[in-house]
Nanobody
Framework: QVQLVESGGGSVQAGGSLTLSCAASGYTWYMGWFRQSPGKGREGVAARHMRGGGPYYDDSVEGRFAISQENDKDTVHLEMTSLKPADTAIYSC????????????????????WGQGIQVTVSS
């Protein structure tokens, strides 16, 4: 199973920016970021096909968040700008290592490895 190491996160005021990073220990087919806030289920935020394709974004972050791949590495960065208090959540990195077709990139059930999660807090 691929190990995922997350970094970044923290606290910022509304309108500010943060960047999250996630490095995988092995081969990845897709990588994505999910978030969960208190009282809500986990939702897909952004994802990328690591061998070409995407990116994919939830409507709530389209135009504000950007997921990028670091060179040809199994590492992704999530740049979050114009942050809102509603973006406050625990953000988790996920990866899919099986080579499969017809992936729903923002569906958590597609992924087979997960990071521990990072807290992102946006104050008003």
């Amino acid at each position: 199973q691929v190990q995922l190491v997350e970094s970044g996160g923290g606290s910022v005021q509304a309108g500010g920016s943060l960047t999250l990073s996630c490095a995988a220990s092995g081969y990845t087919w897709y990588m994505g970021w999910f978030r969960q806030s208190p009282g809500k289920g986990r939702e897909g935020v952004a994802a990328r096909h690591m061998r070409g394709g995407g990116p994919y974004y939830d409507d709530s972050v389209e135009g504000r968040f950007a997921i990028s791949q670091e060179n040809d590495k199994d590492t992704v960065h999530l740049e979050m700008t114009s942050l809102k208090p509603a973006d406050t959540a625990i953000y988790s990195c996920a990866s899919l290592s099986r080579v499969v077709e017809d992936v729903s990139p923002l569906s958590e059930s597609e992924y087979d490895s997960w990071g521990q999660g990072i807290q992102v807090t946006v104050s008003s």
